[in-house]
């Protein structure tokens, strides 16, 4: 029985599930548990298993895209199992989301389903089939379909439930001449996402290659077998470097010398330039646009080499290396010269699109400044017997102590001291916690994380040190919870690993401080008899929301921290026999 896959949700404040990578192709066959997808959260990872056996029929949502807890992803359904229903209910929904669909079936200006298809470059006049494509009632692979081939969803006629359009409508308005020269002949492959994606990457044209997957389906396997030693686009980058012309002058010289029309199917003289940017289709890959971008290229005025006219990488680059090498037949003009006219057009920039995790690190920073009053606090204290502590407890407990640790002991004693900075604050209410629950900033590759330490005021040295080891790796590698990273009272970021001699801390709300620790180094200070004496010292900064705590509340602080931090071994000691 087919079933709908949907977006679990990985915790309370969990708005929306970011997939991450597909682990198994469309077509593949899956078993009951196992893992599909890999997501992520605003705070966390996950993963997405599935229930029943079955065949991976479709991918609703695709690497990059995000859904709310409960929203479909995939289907999944016996190899020939009719999934249309399914799959209608599921574009609907997604529809509605914005409100088009429903608007236009109550107001009764939805386009008629069964319309006669019509050529995309002849609906230019009274608002144009852009504009109908956003009414259209389609399942999501139609669309993607559709995007792929460049078919005009309001020329084609729905099949599916109350008219929808399915992915293989689409497939039939490719067959009969609505898509693009080129496309009909990948119309009826079947190709995974990944085959496809290696196919532009290879430059191989899928509807050539065997396919050896479920149902003939073509893999990712089958479209590298095909692949030809070398053959990545080469012979088209030669040619433009030989003849030193872009790509896009030499379609236009084509089809103004033959009167025909332009390289994707529109006829260039035919309407303005704003009506032909909004009809000619451009295909190119995710990153073969992110190339463009970084070379400078214009991406619309290079001609792809790939299959159906799709630019690959080896076609941006060819277009950038013409642009900036100078040839004789083109000669400065404007008085500009001949240097300043082969300069490529804008700059290398590279665009980083937030994940969810970062925009969620982005919103609460964001949050954290416009709300508290941050005011930081800086002061330095001994070094040597923090560092002579550590590494005897580390030798006698026979567990891998670090600086760090004995660091959350001299903390979690200076809270016992100041309790009003193991504190949260929300709604005007400054709340005083018992525990100690301390969060140590971790440096992960999609951001910043701090996961909890819990009740460091009960714990022996020993088992501080195994906990905050445990949480770090579960962080690092990707793994950690929602009970990880939820309940912190109070946070301590050390910089000084990275030669960090004094920074401020942005508060981690709700909480209402966070200690900055810094490098130990060494410092020149006074001596017995005032002889000048060099001696390893840290630093300390903290910041505090003062709307709940006053600065002389922080002096308090820091040198009630200092003063464990130069004489650790009291704490040392207790901690050590818990």
């Known amino acids: 029985m087919s079933y709908v896959v949907k977006m679990p949700k990985l915790g309370m404040d969990m708005d929306q599930g970011t997939v991450v990578e597909w682990f198994v192709d469309e077509g593949d066959e899956v078993s009951e548990g196992d893992v599909v997808a890999e997501i992520e959260s605003e705070k966390t990872t996950g993963e997405i298993e599935v229930r029943e056996d079955g065949v991976l029929r479709e991918v609703l949502v695709e690497v990059g895209d995000s859904t709310e807890p409960g929203g479909a992803v995939a289907v999944v359904g016996g190899p020939d ?94 067959s009969a001449g609505a898509a693009e020269e080129g496309a009909a002949s990948e119309a009826d492959v079947k190709v995974t996402p990944r085959a496809r994606r290696r196919a532009e990457e290879l430059d191989v044209d899928v509807s050539t290659v065997e396919g050896t997957g479920p149902q003939g389906a073509v893999s990712e396997g089958d479209v590298e077998a095909a692949a030809a030693p070398g053959e990545s686009g080469a012979e088209s980058t030669a040619e433009m470097e030989s003849t030193g012309t872009e790509p896009a002058a030499d379609a236009q010289a084509a089809a103004t010398e033959t009167g025909g029309t332009a ?72 008085g500009t010269t001949a240097t300043e006219a082969t300069e490529p057009v804008g700059t290398r920039d590279e665009e980083r699109p937030l994940g969810s995790m970062r925009r969620t690190i982005a919103e609460r920073l964001g949050e954290s400044y416009r709300e508290a009053v941050h005011v930081t ?69 999609a951001g910043l994380v701090a996961p909890v ?24 590698a990707g793994n950690q919870t929602m009970d990880d990273l939820t309940g912190g009272t ?75 931090v130069e004489d650790p071994w009291p704490l040392v000691i207790a901690a050590g026999g818990r």
């Not at 005897?392 to 100041?418: E, F, I, P, R, Y």
Request: charged share 25%; net charge negative; hydrophobic share 40%.
């Open 263 to 334: 390289t994707r199917g529109t006829t260039a003289e035919s309407a303005p330039r704003g009506e032909l940017d909004s009809v000619e289709r451009v295909f190119a890959s995710p990153r073969v646009r992110r190339l463009s971008r970084q070379l400078g290229v214009d991406i619309e005025a290079v001609e792809g080499t790939g299959v159906g006219g799709a630019i690959t990488e080896p076609d941006v680059r060819a277009a950038g290396s013409a642009a900036r090498e100078p040839t004789a037949s083109q000669p400065a003009t404007d």
């Open 81 to 174: 199992e009719d999934i249309s229903a399914l799959l209608a209910e599921a574009g609907v929904e997604a529809e509605s989301e914005s409100g088009a669909t429903d608007a236009a079936e109550r107001d009764g200006t939805a386009p008629a389903a069964t319309e006669e298809p019509t050529q995309a470059t002849s609906a230019t006049g009274s608002g144009g089939s852009i504009a109908a494509q956003v009414d259209v009632v389609a399942t999501p692979r139609a669309r993607r379909r559709a995007e792929e081939t460049g078919v005009d969803l309001a020329s084609v006629t729905g099949t599916g439930p109350e008219g929808a359009i399915t992915a293989d409508d689409v497939n039939e308005a490719v």
């Open 453 to 476: 330490i819990r009740r460091v005021d009960q714990r022996s040295l020993a088992e501080v040190t195994e906990e905050r080891r445990a949480v770090t790796d579960r962080a690092l």
């Open 490 to 564: 109070f946070t301590v970021s050390n910089l000084g690993g990275l030669g960090v001699e004094s920074f401020d801390p942005v508060i981690n709300p709700p909480q209402v401080a966070i200690l900055g620790v810094d490098a130990i180094a060494d410092a020149v200070v006074p001596g017995e008899g005032g002889e000048p004496t060099v001696e390893k010292r840290i630093g300390f900064d903290l910041s505090f929301d003062h709307r709940y705590v006053d600065g002389a509340d922080a002096a308090r602080f820091l040198r009630t921290l200092v003063t464990h």
């Open 377 to 445: 606090v800086h002061r330095t204290a001994g070094a040597a017997d923090l560092l002579a502590a550590a590494k005897a407890a580390k030798a006698g407990l026979d567990v891998a102590v670090s600086v760090n640790d004995v660091l959350l002991l001299a903390v979690s004693a200076t809270l016992d001291a100041h309790p009003e900075f193991n504190a949260t604050a929300e709604d005007e209410v400054h709340r005083l916690h018992e525990d100690h629950n301390l969060c140590v900033a971790v440096d992960v590759d």
